[in-house]
């Protein structure tokens, strides 16, 4: 028996009056590995105070972050099939998605909700890393698929935000088979004339950067964010050589052009909204006039006279 955990707390908060305490009233940077109090976590959007580093968000989190008064709408998923292979390693997949489930609130890893940004109508999906790694299966995939048919029907710009460790395993080749999947659901919102933007945290890799988070018409990535296919160790163990310094991090794929921006946290909804503006109204305020118009208008002058 544990005597401060079983009787001192106890007695503690009986004494104060309040049923229940956080458990965790102090969080460590999983960068530098400093404390910082849960409140000040929260008020930096789980971004350090100390060294800036980028901590991984929930789904409804990063939502509320970015929706006009954090107001918004999810749509329920298709239903799809739980299970299909019967998979099971150390516990069954099917009470793996029950513990995940019970963690998160979700039904799966990805959510799709929609609203407003800056006044302007959105879609935007969410994988939530705490929903087993934020892995792709066929429920992500028919979400996916939802969010880019919505955005098509309400003639909207969709935002698909990643943070994933792939595909995943327990569904097999139906993991897979995502990949194209989400890659056709993509072209849907292109080939409407609809904006496309996503937006990399932390990590995006395997299947999901093979897939729909490397399609955008623009990339936007947090600071730090480890950003690829496979595995550095495994990458260096293949080619037998060293990789350079912050490889696979965000500030590399944007020296090596393969994203476009990396932008904090605290100004990612402004700067969503800038894109967003420049994207969904493409036209000019005002008309434009053609060099050749300019000089047919433009007044004559009469030649100046030779002085005599």
Not at 15 to 21: A, M, P, R, S
Not at 93 to 122: C, F, N, P, Q, W
Not at 123 to 137: K, N, P, R, W, Y
Request: proline share 6%; with cysteine; glycine share 10%.
């Amino acid at each position: 028996m544990n005597w401060l955990t079983n009787f001192v707390r106890p007695k503690l908060r009986e004494l104060v009056g309040q049923k229940e305490l956080p458990d965790n009233l102090w969080h460590k940077c999983t960068g530098c590995g400093e404390m910082i109090f849960h409140r000040d976590l929260e008020k930096s959007l789980r971004v350090c105070e100390h060294c800036g580093h980028h901590m991984r968000l929930p789904a409804p989190v990063r939502l509320k972050m970015l929706f006009d008064d954090g107001a918004y709408d999810v749509i329920e998923l298709p239903e799809t099939v739980i299970d299909p292979l019967r998979f099971r390693d150390r516990k069954r997949y099917s009470e793996r998605l029950k513990d995940a489930r019970a963690k998160t609130g979700g039904s799966d890893a990805l959510t799709v909700a929609h609203g407003t940004m800056g006044g302007i109508g959105v879609v935007i999906t969410a994988l939530d890393f705490e929903f087993m790694g934020g892995s792709m299966g066929v429920a992500v995939g028919e979400g996916i698929l939802a969010a880019a048919r919505l955005a098509v029907a309400q003639g909207a710009p969709l935002i698909a935000i990643s943070s994933s460790g792939g595909a995943r395993m327990q569904e097999g080749i139906l993991s897979l088979m995502q990949l194209p999947r989400t890659t056709i659901a993509i072209d849907e919102v292109r080939d409407a004339g609809l904006p496309y933007i996503v937006v990399l945290g932390d990590p995006t890799t395997g299947g999901v950067s093979a897939s729909f988070a490397m399609l955008g018409d623009i990339a936007i990535a947090e600071p730090g964010a480890v950003i690829g296919f496979a595995g550095a160790r495994v990458i260096e163990q293949t080619i037998r050589e060293t990789l350079p310094e912050g490889f696979q991090r965000a500030e590399h794929l944007l020296d090596h052009g393969m994203i476009d921006m990396v932008v904090h946290r605290s100004e990612l909804h402004d700067t969503l909204i800038r894109v967003l503006g420049l994207l969904a109204n493409p036209r000019p305020p005002a008309a434009v006039v053609g060099i050749g118009d300019a000089k047919a208008k433009a007044p004559i002058k009469e030649k100046e006279k030779p002085a005599e």
